[in-house]
């Protein structure tokens, strides 16, 4: 079973590691998809092979090696990352929904609300938040001694620690979750208003398909956005146990290993500009043929 779950988790990475690396070729080569919604895709796509590839591939090599450790100063930057690549990825889920709005509520102010310069400073500011986020969480996480060195999980998540350290959860950490929690809030209900304002102009389009395809994509993004943040509370808020426990592992797939896989179907594979873009790299469809919408 150990093997297996390796290999598995392996397959998942891979595949993370192929289908965001090919989005970010694409978008980098094709000028034509140098546009504000496929910069922030490609930024997406960058954060999900970060935020994989900070768990897995580790966890993967002890399962196929049979070994199962990793060392205190490995522990802490994956702590680290995982918290910083976790809140780059809301953040930048967050940009993308405000792009799609102002998209699709406020078409003729795209151009002048969507600039270049408007973008990029996004994105900085997304990335510098959230790295002085990370470090402002992991810091009171670990405590100068621990109970015990056994980590009942696939890699080294913030409850675990707490659960094994010597002081629980001080207060400096308390207040870090519960500012944590308030902006992932903030984010999710932002995602959602500019969704429902996004739903009810689809609703209105002429066209039934165009307007069942649009629905259905929004739809897919809410949902992947929800599972995302629901299991991750799940994880964070319930209480810890000494015991190996499914469900912590169950949980923690769902929002360390699910989201950087499917993002690059959920969000670029599926978008026709893309699919012209793989064709006219791979030479199977012809310049004349390529239209941009």
């Known amino acids: 079973m150990q093997t297996l779950h390796g290999f598995l988790f392996l397959m998942a990475y891979l595949a993370a590691l192929l289908g965001n690396g090919l989005i970010i070729m694409l978008i980098t080569v094709d000028p034509q998809l140098h546009t504000p919604m496929y910069f922030f895709l490609k930024n997406l796509s960058l954060i999900d092979l970060c935020y994989i590839s900070d768990t897995v591939p580790k966890f993967a090599l002890n399962s196929l090696m049979n070994r199962n450790t990793i060392f205190f100063l490995g522990c802490v930057f994956q702590v680290l990352f995982l918290v910083t690549f976790a809140s780059s990825e809301i953040a930048i889920l967050t940009v993308m929904s405000y792009d799609r709005y102002v998209a699709v509520c406020r078409p003729l102010h795209y151009e002048i609300i969507m600039t270049k310069g408007a973008c990029g400073r996004m994105v900085v500011a997304s990335f510098i938040s959230v790295g002085v986020y990370g470090a402002m969480h992991t810091a009171p996480t670990f405590p100068t001694t621990f109970r015990f060195n056994k980590i009942h999980h696939f890699f080294c998540d913030i409850p675990q620690i707490i659960l094994i350290s010597e002081t629980k959860m001080n207060i400096n950490e308390a207040a870090v979750s519960a500012f944590s929690a308030s902006i992932a809030l903030v984010c999710f209900l932002s995602i959602l208003y500019s969704h429902v304002h996004i739903f009810s102009a689809i609703s209105r389009?002429?066209?039934?398909?165009?307007?069942?395809?649009?629905?259905?994509?929004?739809?897919?993004?809410?949902?992947?956005?929800?599972?995302?943040?629901?299991?991750?509370?799940?994880?964070?808020?319930?209480?810890?146990?000494?015991?190996?426990?499914d469900l912590d592992i169950t949980l923690s797939v769902f929002y360390t290993v699910v989201p950087p896989s499917v993002n690059p179907i959920i969000y670029s594979l599926r978008n026709k500009d893309i699919k012209l873009t793989v064709g006219k790299v791979l030479g199977t469809v012809s310049l004349s043929q390529i239209k941009y919408v």
């Open 205 to 245: 389009f002429s066209s039934l398909e165009d307007r069942s395809k649009a629905l259905s994509t929004c739809l897919t993004h809410v949902i992947v956005v929800t599972v995302f943040l629901t299991t991750a509370a799940l994880a964070y808020l319930k209480p810890a146990s000494e015991l190996r426990s």
